[in-house]
């Protein structure tokens, strides 16, 4: 997502100064993504952001919300279409039936209009999880003081358990690179599981040990070199969407049978 955002955003930059003749920046902030800790802090994000269009007076009021193209609230109450939007996830924390949640869901978003622009929201992850700045000085002041990031929703200790994950998942890169990890290296090991010869694994076809392969292959690969999906499409000679199902299945097939990259 941040590598479509960016090249959206720097291309629809450079087009709009080319026609209106301007130069410098066009948007004020960078796109940034956060990870949640908890479904709360997820609705509350959900409902800020789609009652931006109301608050900067785009829109008049949750009528015209919903029937606004350019948010997911539209698609929420099925008034737009958008198949890729993961909708029913959304409305199954208000109900497991869609009519009910939607009216809930509706209801929740309604009740935000009046709060405004909320400082609890803004800011960094602490700032946001603390419920703004009055709460974390409330806590310093009592000597109460927690890890933060500005890309993580969640107290202190997710905010740990997140970025030592992080660290750990670098460390583990660090190591496939010094033992000369490569795509050829990771065939390699595809092979040794699937009992397939390296050409078979990168030739074209559907049976079973082959879409095994290029399955784990693809896994290992995205996630553990972190070699791009467009790079593996242009080797593979699949779709983007063909190697995303390709990831997806090689990751549960190491799962179901413990394979891993690096045997101990």
Known sequence: I??????????????????HSRSGHLFQNRYKSILCQEDTYL??????????????GIVKDIKALDRYPYTGHSALMGKINKDWQAIEWV??????????????YRAFVEE???EGRRSDLIGG???????????VLEKRRTKIFEKSDERILGDGDFVEQVLSAAQEQMGYRYRLASEGYNLDKVTSRVCDIVH???????????????????????????????ISMTELSRRLKLSLSGVSLA??????????????????
């Open 2 to 19: 941040a590598t479509v955002m960016r090249r959206l955003l720097t291309g629809y930059a450079v087009f709009h100064n080319r026609r």
């Open 125 to 135: 992850g602490l700032i946001r999880s603390s419920g703004g700045w009055a709460a």
């Open 247 to 264: 990831v997806k299945r090689g990751e549960r097939i190491a799962q179901e049978n413990d394979y891993k990259l690096i045997e101990s």
């Open 196 to 226: 397939l010869e390296p050409s078979e694994v990168w030739a074209a076809g559907k049976e079973h040990e082959r879409v095994k392969a290029r399955s784990l292959l693809c896994y290992w690969a995205a996630r553990d070199l972190g």
């Open 43 to 56: 609705l509350e994000l959900v409902r800020y952001i789609h009652l931006n269009p109301i608050r900067a």
């Open 91 to 104: 409305l199954g924390f208000f109900d497991h039936r869609q009519w009910i949640a939607r009216q809930r």
């Open 112 to 114: 935000g209009i009046a």
